[in-house]
T-cell receptor, first 112, second 112 residues
Framework: EAQVTQNPRYLITVTGKKLTVTCSQN?????MSWYRQDPGLGLRQIYY???????DKGDVPEGYKVSRKEKRNFPLILESPSPNQTSLYFC???????????FGPGTRLTVT | DQQVKQNSPSLSVQEGRISILNCDYT??????FLWYKKYPAEGPTFLIS?????DKNEDGRFTVFLNKSAKHLSLHIVPSQPGDSAVYFC???????????FGAGTRLFVKA
């Protein structure tokens, strides 16, 4: 089954404790992206990757890091989480930015 | 500065009637537009798209209209069904830009 998986689905952590949210796709997509969803703001792009070892900033990259060492994986790293990073996070992939994106089920992160 | 705006947070429609969801954009460089549907506790799923070289695209009950001069697009759902109740996001991208900008979403309620 073609899918995008994210782990964990739910995470509660404390300020400053480094965490990684994993994302994996099995569709051989070149393009992958991370978004956060906040009430009234819709989906905002954090980082995206056009292919292995090629990443770039989206609209809200501050406080986040990404890496793309393999085509199928695109982890999101929060080196020092803060409460304003409490949000619902989605990973997505597509053949390129102009095709429809396939989204993962989301990761709800709470930083206290 | 929101480049993609969905000014109606919610819309309520009777089953069998037409639902019209609107989206405005400010960046004239956008040349590809997409609509996604999102149910609670799930990731967004692609619904329909339109290129800027067209003014209409139809897929079953869903039609998207693009008015480039007004920088406006709309999604028509006819006839509306209770299962269409969801949040609908408008998204825009541009050739070679690789960034995707989403609107804040419109929550559609279809009453039986």
């Amino acid at each position: 089954e073609a899918q995008v998986t994210q782990n964990p689905r739910y995470l509660i952590t404390v300020t400053g404790k480094k965490l990684t949210v994993t994302c994996s796709q099995n569709m051989n997509h070149e393009y992958m992206s991370w978004y956060r969803q906040d009430p009234g703001l819709g989906l905002r792009q954090i980082y995206y990757s056009m292919n292995v070892e090629v990443t770039d900033k989206g609209d809200v990259p501050e406080g986040y890091k990404v890496s793309r060492k393999e085509k199928r994986n695109f982890p999101l790293i929060l080196e020092s989480p803060s409460p304003n990073q409490t949000s619902l996070y989605f990973c997505a992939s597509s053949f390129n930015d102009r095709y429809e994106q396939y989204f993962g089920p989301g990761t709800r992160l709470t930083v206290t | 500065d929101q480049q993609v705006k969905q000014n109606s947070p919610s819309l309520s429609v009777q089953e069998g009637r037409i639902s019209i969801l609107n989206c405005d954009y400010t960046n004239s460089m956008f040349d590809y537009f997409l609509w996604y549907k999102k149910y609670p506790a799930e990731g967004p799923t692609f619904l329909i798209s339109i290129s800027s070289i067209k003014d209409k695209n139809e897929d079953g009950r869903f039609t998207v209209f693009l008015n480039k001069s007004a920088k406006h697009l709309s999604l028509h759902i006819v006839p509306s069904q209770p299962g269409d109740s969801a949040v609908y996001f408008c998204a825009a991208t541009n050739t070679g830009g690789f960034k995707t900008i989403f609107g804040a979403g419109t929550r559609l309620f279809v009453k039986a």
